[in-house]
Structure formats: structure tokens, C-alpha cells
Antibody, heavy 115, light 107 residues
Framework: EVQLVESGGGLVQPGKSLRLSCRASGFQFDNYAMHWVRQAPGKGLEWVSGIRWNSATIGYADTVQGRFTISRDNAKNFLYLQMNSLRPEDTALYYC?????????WGQGILVTVS | DIQMTQSPSSLSASVGDSVTITCRASQGIEKYLAWYQHTPGKVPKLLIYAASTLQSVVPSRFRGSSSGTHFTLTISNLQPDDVGTYYCQKYDSAPHTFGQGTKLEIK
């Protein structure tokens, strides 16, 4: 069974940093692209960042470009999101998701509050 | 960046009805388009990828189609469990933008 478990969220002051982690299990992690998606309170889904299986291709939403960095450790089956210069508008539930043809598995999400 | 325009923003229908949600890309994305259902309290669920390919275990009542930059999700024989917000998402290249969402209510 595919499992994605996020951690590292919490309350942080504007301008500070936070690092999210996603532990993956139940599938061949290094075969799949991985993504971060967020949902701000009362808003829709927003794709944040994605990384190919071999880290060769990485992309970001314009709203986080230059502030967030995605990475992965295929040996440990972990996905990361380093978030710097956090803003109140980054407050959201952050999901880790797996997939190359659509996002077919999602974690339960981790809450990040910037205030 | 390519914009994804989804409509309507909300709709209400009865059990047994059929509904259609549309998503338009501002530029060509071939068939790199997915549809999701997001029910409150649950994680988003992939319904369709490649514009028209049904994800495993998704009922055949859900159908995706495309014509150029215009994509549609049709749900037939609406069931109470179909309530939720539906999103399209492009995944041809970054950013993998979601549409604004369509909130579906069952009368």
C-alpha cells in the first residue's frame, strides 16, 4: 500500500524558514516524480513544486519561485520542501503527492501557519 | 505561463442527473490533463489522466474528453458520494497549474 506521510509543519513567523519532509513507502520511490500541492484556507488546490525521479527536472509555481526548494533522497525514500522567507499567504495545508500522469497518491497533508 | 480556466465555479444537481465541467487551457497542452475530486475531510482523488483515461477503481460514470485546448469532465448518473470540488490540472510542463475548482452539490 502506498503511504505518504508529511512532517515538519507548524507555526512560524513571517520571514522565517521551515522544512517539510515526506516519507514514502509501499512503492518504488525512485521510479516516480513527486510533488508538493497546497490548499490555503477556503481556497482551491495550488501546485507548489515538482521533481522528477532523478531530480533532473524541477519546477516551481511563480508564487514560490526563489523562496522554496524541492529535493529528494531516493536512498531514504524522502521528499523535502525547504521554505524560506515565508509569508502569511503561504499559510496552507501542504500535501505531498506522487505521480507522473496525474497525482495518483496523496499524503494526509501537514499544516503550515505563517503568522 | 499557461492558464487553466474552469467552469462553472459551482453547480447543483439531483441524484441520477448528468453534469459537465469544463476546463480550458490558454495554450496547447496536448492531452496532459488530469481531473480530481476533493471531498471535505479527504485527500484529493485522481479520477482521470491523459484527458480521458480513467484511473483504476474509478467508476465508468466519470468520463473525460478533449478537443484542442478544451477539456470536459462528465459525470453520469450522479450519486450522493459525488459531492465535492472537482479540479482539472495540466501536467505537460511546470507549472502544473490547477483550475479554480467546481463545487458540486447534490440537491
Amino acid at each position: 500500500e502506498v503511504q505518504l506521510v508529511e512532517s515538519g509543519g507548524g507555526l512560524v513567523q513571517p520571514g522565517k524558514s521551515l522544512r517539510l519532509s515526506c516519507r514514502a513507502s509501499g512503492f518504488q520511490f525512485d521510479n516516480y516524480a513527486m510533488h508538493w500541492v497546497r490548499q490555503a484556507p477556503g481556497k482551491g488546490l495550488e501546485w507548489v513544486s515538482g521533481i522528477r525521479w532523478n531530480s533532473a527536472t524541477i519546477g516551481y509555481a511563480d508564487t514560490v519561485q526563489g523562496r522554496f526548494t524541492i529535493s529528494r533522497d531516493n536512498a531514504k525514500n524522502f521528499l523535502y520542501l525547504q521554505m524560506n522567507s515565508l509569508r502569511p499567504e503561504d499559510t496552507a495545508l501542504y500535501y505531498c503527492a506522487k505521480g507522473t500522469r496525474g497525482l495518483d497518491s496523496w499524503g494526509q497533508g501537514i499544516l503550515v501557519t505563517v503568522s | 505561463d499557461i492558464q487553466m480556466t474552469q467552469s462553472p465555479s459551482s453547480l447543483s444537481a439531483s441524484v441520477g442527473d448528468s453534469v459537465t465541467i469544463t476546463c480550458r487551457a490558454s495554450q496547447g497542452i496536448e492531452k496532459y490533463l488530469a481531473w480530481y475530486q476533493h471531498t471535505p475531510g479527504k485527500v484529493p482523488k485522481l479520477l482521470i489522466y491523459a484527458a480521458s483515461t480513467l484511473q483504476s477503481v474509478v467508476p465508468s460514470r466519470f468520463r473525460g474528453s478533449s478537443s484542442g485546448t478544451h477539456f470536459t469532465l462528465t459525470i453520469s448518473n450522479l450519486q450522493p458520494d459525488d459531492v465535492g470540488t472537482y479540479y482539472c490540472q495540466k501536467y505537460d510542463s511546470a507549472p502544473h497549474t490547477f483550475g479554480q475548482g467546481t463545487k458540486l452539490e447534490i440537491k
